[in-house]
């Protein structure tokens, strides 16, 4: 993946977002405080906010373009998202949450089908149920494999174990882990947490108040 | 009650019905983009889609009577090219108590719409959703007991409409709702009558209203 920021300035309610960066590697750490502006970021490259200034392009497609006023929306950008909160939708069932992004309504077949997804992610127990009735780590599982079956070329994770406690963390990180290996697929993981970093990313980014301070 | 009292409440409730069905569309949309969109004149709008719940109602079915009848904008045109009444028939019911009960289901609507988290929304554009998609399969559903308590509730508002649609409609018997039945029977010294449409009209809006309580309630717990 060869993800590229720049000119990015967004202004958000205590600093400006302002950053400028290359972005390579395969599974990227985005660390910092809380309210570092990470989350913002990565609404940014999924097409969610809309900024003051910037370009960023993935690979060989510009994304963004604020000077020359190009803008791919979000559902054209295939970029996965697995938000804080995980955002399932409430009303519908795991299999119905699980093919919302299938593309064009089809099977997709191999290895970003329904079937293997499931199966890496242990969740074939659940597509029956209702989303409310999940625990927390089996929701992780499930947003993840959401994102996944929409065959994404990114995939932009927010926190994804924050709220889960330290054995649920545990439990879910090999399955990250499986994602990883098992679909080589490029993520932006962003995390406070030093285990995580060092079981899962190749390279890092550190934030702060909206600016890109260290990286390795 | 007699056939024609009872003609009269059929009458009432269906064409209460409709005026709800008819201002759905319009509604959904107006309550969908107050609760979305920022735009130039929101405020404008919103002002002005609140307006016929303060102002006098007669001074609303005045409005309308100067729009739609025979010599109105509207009402003129109909008559000219299509032969076609507003004023004075049923058709002027069903604008009345559409627009009368209008703003309480853009209200009800448009927080059902606010309630449901933006980040669903935002999540499904990026698995691949339109924004047609994205409000059919997420914002509806998610909204729905809302909406459907906003519907209850501009339904309930239709059934005892009185000073708009006497201004528009009349007297007309075949134009006659429950609230100028009542109005018209004490004017004519008939109580016993008069309390039976009470009656009637207490058991209709109660239902209505209880429906969208419960409704609205279910919604926000």
Not at chain 1, 119 to 130: D, K, S, W
Not at chain 1, 204 to 213: A, Q, S, T, Y
Not at chain 2, 1 to 17: K, L, N, R
Not at chain 2, 58 to 82: D, K, N, P, Q, Y
């Amino acid at each position: 993946m060869k993800l590229l920021l720049q000119k990015i300035v967004l202004p958000l309610s205590h600093f400006t977002l302002e950053v400028n960066v290359e972005i390579a590697g395969r599974v990227v750490a985005l660390c910092g405080p809380s309210g570092a502006g990470k989350t913002s970021l990565l609404d940014l490259l999924a097409g969610l906010r809309r900024a003051t200034s910037a370009f960023i392009q993935l690979d060989e497609q510009v994304l963004t373009d604020t000077a020359r006023g190009i803008s791919v929306p979000a559902r054209h950008r295939g970029i996965g998202y697995v938000p804080q909160d995980l955002a399932l939708f409430p009303h519908l069932s795991v299999r119905q949450n699980l093919l919302y992004g299938q593309k064009h309504g089809k099977a997709c077949d191999g290895l970003f089908s329904m079937e293997h997804i499931t199966q890496v992610l242990e969740i074939e127990p659940l597509i029956a149920r209702g989303v409310r009735q999940l625990s927390g780590g089996e929701k992780q599982r499930v947003a993840l494999a959401r994102a996944l079956i929409a065959t994404p070329r990114l995939l932009l994770l927010d926190e994804p174990l924050a709220s889960l406690d330290g054995g649920l963390k545990a439990r879910i990180l090999p399955y990250l882990a499986r994602v990883r290996d098992e679909f080589r697929l490029p993520m932006l993981y962003v995390t406070h947490n030093p285990k995580e970093i060092s079981a899962l990313c190749d390279a890092l980014l550190e934030m702060d108040r909206g600016r890109i301070v260290g990286g390795g | 009650m007699d056939v024609e009292a009872w003609q009269i409440v059929g009458f009432t409730a269906w064409v209460s019905v409709l005026s709800v069905i008819a201002i759905l569309p319009l509604g959904l949309g107006v309550a969908w983009l107050l609760a979305r969109r920022i735009w130039p004149g929101k405020t404008v709008v919103e002002t002005f889609i609140t307006l016929p719940l303060v102002m006098p109602p007669v001074a609303t079915g005045l409005i309308l009577l100067e729009i739609l009848g025979r010599h109105g904008w509207i009402g003129g045109a109909l008559h000219r090219h299509f032969d076609l009444d507003i004023a004075f028939t049923w058709r002027a019911v069903l604008v009345a108590l559409g627009v009368m009960s209008f703003p309480l289901l853009v209200r009800s609507t448009r927080v059902a719409f606010e309630e449901v988290d933006p980040r669903l929304e935002q999540i499904a554009r990026t698995l691949g959703a339109g924004e047609m998609r994205v409000f059919c399969t997420i914002t509806l559903p998610l909204a729905l007991r809302g909406i459907i308590g906003g519907m209850m509730l501009a339904f309930a508002r239709s059934l005892g409409e009185f000073g708009a649609t006497v201004m528009v409609a009349g007297f007309m018997p075949k134009t006659m709702t429950i609230s100028r039945a009542i109005y018209q029977a004490v004017q004519l010294e008939q109580d016993a009558l008069a309390y039976r449409f009470l009656a009637v009209s207490v058991v209709l809006a109660f239902g209505a209203v209880w429906c969208s309580e419960w409704l609205l309630r279910g919604r926000r717990h």
